[in-house]
């Protein structure tokens, strides 16, 4: 097996609430997924580009810069696969719209976020 099937995927995980980000933080270390974390939509945008990970799971709604904006600027420089959550289901077509490649509701089930992570990095 080459380096490059052996390496570990990155996901970058942004919400604003550090217990669901540790949540979620665990459940993906669990799967053997290396995480970067992180509760502002400012520090993501910084993150995407300097760290390149090979998904983000993008919360919608947070102070300052909110998920639709991280998601309308990062569709300026990357086609980087994004997984938008939200508990408020209405935000789905938004996401989707722009650009979001899935959408999960909040709560979901950590097995839930790696089945589609996998998906769509087809792993």
């Known amino acids: ?7 570990k995927r990155c996901v970058l995980v942004v919400d ?3 217990k669901v980000l540790r949540f979620i933080e665990i459940g993906l270390k669990l799967h053997g997924y290396e ?4 509760v502002s939509g ?8 300097s760290a390149k990970p090979d998904i ?12 639709f904006e991280v998601l309308k600027q990062v569709r300026t420089f990357t086609q980087m696969p994004v ?5 408020s289901a209405s ?7 722009l650009g979001a490649n899935d ?18 990095l087809k792993c």
Do not use: Y
């Open 1 to 7: 097996m080459s380096m490059i099937e052996n390496k």
């Open 16 to 18: 604003d609430h550090p």
């Open 35 to 38: 995480v970067i974390a992180t």
């Open 42 to 49: 400012e520090e993501a945008l910084k993150l995407v580009k």
């Open 56 to 67: 983000m799971l993008l919360d919608i709604v947070m102070p300052g810069i909110d998920g």
């Open 83 to 87: 997984i938008a959550f939200s508990a």
């Open 91 to 97: 935000n789905f077509q938004d996401a989707i719209r």
């Open 103 to 120: 959408f999960l509701a909040k709560p979901f089930e950590p097995d839930e976020m790696v089945k589609r992570i996998k998906f769509i």
